[in-house]
């Protein structure tokens, strides 16, 4: 379940567990890949580690560890795209951003993975730029997508853009 599983270079594994085990990791972060797969992979993964209460993050063994294997812990929320329109509605910011104020539930951290965020619509990420810009100590922003081009600069200033590459032709075998 840790980083060591997932298919993105070794120096961005590495990278990741020190940010995380250290407690330094950032308010925000926008994940970038062409492989939507790898890009969820990446950031369930992180998410686990920001809420186990484990020694090494994540530990696979705790119980907030457990329930994010298993999609099913109640501080890490995922919002994607309405399925009709293909768009991130200002909608659903508002509602991200109503909960972000509500204090985590079994966790230190709250983890917020926002899906597919370069079809977020302008109003939508003007909304997500005020709870960048003062968000709760205890609350995390995975921003995904495929292209970060496609945010707005100020949506980009205010967290750190983590580009995941495949792994190399050496990596892999």
Partial sequence: MGF???QISEPLKKALSSSVNSGRFPHAAILEDEDSERLMDTAKTLAAALVCSGDDKPCGR??????ARSDSHPDIKIFEPDPKTNNFKVETVREIRS????VANEADRKVYILKDAQNMLVPAQNALLKILEEPPEYAVFLILTTSAEKLLPTIRSRAVQLQLSPLSYEQAI
């Fill in 4 to 6: 060591e599983s997932l």
């Fill in 62 to 67: 705790c119980i907030n560890c457990l329930k």
């Fill in 99 to 102: 909960d972000a104020y509500i």
